[in-house]
């Protein structure tokens, strides 16, 4: 099984970068996922990390450590539109079915 | 454009009354996933499908199954309803076993009353 932990909220101005962590301990490792869920809607696809180091996407960027058990989500610049709920998953190594485990995800709240 | 498409997008359902979700797929996906997700909680995992090969949970609850008549078409049976089986039906594809992230379909909001 997986333990997934993040923050359950963050509050960050607009024009401003948020961290957003996540720590997971997990018996296997094949990959870790951001995705981004607005109010009332489906999770949206945001990175995907397998091997350790940074992965930038516009302003959207991902880090991984597998050493650590560790990722952390960075949002630069940020807008309005960001707020939402951020959620970082897990696939498990052992797992042939490719099965993701869902942490139960981090709040950001994007202010003028 | 290709696409997960879940029907209804909102479900209001009595308790105990039995209700169908269901779910489509143009991308031609090998697996397809059921995820329960409550309020400011992780989507669960419910069920999910390679191909015709099925595999649920081992804490999904028997109240809760599941079809796969082609690669197209996935359902979501909830035979008898509770008040905690309100929440967000999630369904999910993805291309092969292991190797790529989710697409999401966008989701009923199931509500007993």
């Known amino acids: 099984g997986q333990n997934i932990d993040q923050p359950t909220e963050m509050t960050a101005t607009e024009g401003a970068i948020v961290q957003i962590n996540c720590t997971y301990q997990?018996?296997?490792?094949?990959?870790l996922f951001w995705y981004q869920q607005h109010a009332g809607e489906a999770p949206t696809f945001l990175s995907y990390?397998?091997?350790?180091g940074l992965e930038e996407k516009g302003r959207f960027s991902s880090f991984l450590s597998r050493s650590k058990g560790y990722s952390y989500l960075l949002l630069k610049e940020l807008q309005m539109k960001d707020s939402a709920s951020y959620l970082c998953a897990v696939r498990d190594q052992d797992d042939s079915w490719g099965k993701l485990q869902f942490g139960a995800g981090t709040q950001v709240v994007v202010t003028p | 454009d290709a696409m997960v498409i879940q029907n209804p997008r909102y479900q209001v359902t009595q308790f105990g009354k039995p209700v169908t979700l269901s779910c489509s797929q143009t991308l031609n996906h090998n697996v397809m996933y059921w995820y329960q997700q409550k309020s400011s909680q992780a989507p669960k995992l419910l069920f999910h499908?390679?191909?015709?090969?099925?595999?649920n949970e081992a804490d999904t609850p028997d109240n809760f199954q599941s079809r796969r008549p082609n690669t197209s078409f996935c359902f979501l049976d909830i035979r008898s309803p509770g008040l905690g089986d309100a929440a967000m039906y999630l369904c999910a594809t993805s291309r092969s076993r292991g190797l790529v992230g989710y697409t999401f379909g966008s989701g009923t909001r199931l509500t007993v009353v």
């Open positions: 990390n397998v091997l350790d």
């Open positions: 499908y390679y191909d015709k090969d099925f595999n």
């Open positions: 997990t018996s296997g490792f094949n990959g």
